[in-house]
T-cell receptor, first 114, second 110 residues
């Protein structure tokens, strides 16, 4: 089955710097890759997602890139702000396949220092 | 996200008691899920349901049970057989692969 590895587990940056979180997946049939942000004690919130028919997607300060050949995808946050501090989870899914569940990475705790 | 509700927000139970966590959605989503999250940990899938009257076990189903009698509702029962039930429980629903989470229920069993 699918396995998703996420790195790093913790990341500390200065306000205004960029942050990059990377995930690799094992199942080449996976075709949907969302990213979630979870603030302390709150629900995970979908912040951006990408499907396998595109290589990059951007939404303001957040972007996701996908390399299907290497089976990895990354979250890029530019001009980080203290409110970006949270745990970020990546996930992968073979949408339309027999396994209909998101497989999550273990999360990255991002700290943005003012 | 506002269309998925979980109640209560906090729940306290004595060991040996069964407890049922509520999850309701008004988004007309077919699929619903239950996850467990322990402190500093990721999300582990307990049960999921792709359609009414059907559900499947996830990775950690032992000690839990669910029902899916209505599209809008997917309650989770934590039974006394669950050895370490204290955790944060998250319900989710999805449409066309996009999955949205409820606010969660924090269960404490003593």
């Amino acid at each position: 089955g699918e396995n998703v590895e996420q790195h790093p587990s913790t990341l500390s940056v200065q306000e205004g710097d960029s942050a990059v979180i990377k995930c690799t997946y094992s199942d080449s049939a996976s075709n949907y890759f969302p990213w979630y942000k979870q603030e302390l004690g709150k629900r995970p919130q979908l912040i951006i997602d990408i499907r396998s028919n595109v290589g990059e997607k951007k939404d303001q300060r957040i972007a996701v890139t996908l390399n299907k050949t290497a089976k990895h995808f990354s979250l890029h946050i530019t001009e980080t702000q203290p409110e970006d501090s949270a745990v970020y989870f990546c996930a992968a899914l073979n949408y339309g396949g027999s396994q209909g569940n998101l497989i999550f990475g273990k999360g990255t705790k991002l700290s943005v220092k003012p | 996200d506002g269309g998925i509700t979980q109640s209560p927000k906090y729940l306290f139970r004595k060991e040996g008691q069964n407890v049922t966590l509520s999850c309701e959605q008004n988004l007309n989503h077919d699929a619903m899920y239950w996850y467990r999250q322990d402190p500093g940990q990721g999300l582990r899938l307990i049960y999921y349901s792709q359609i009414v009257n059907d559900f499947q076990k996830g990775d950690i189903a032992e000690g839990y049970s669910v029902s899916r009698e209505k599209k809008e509702s997917f309650p989770l029962t934590v039974t006394s057989a669950q050895k370490n039930p204290t955790a944060f429980y998250l319900c989710a629903s999805s449409i066309q692969s996009r999955q949205y989470f409820g606010p969660g229920t924090r269960l404490t069993v003593t």
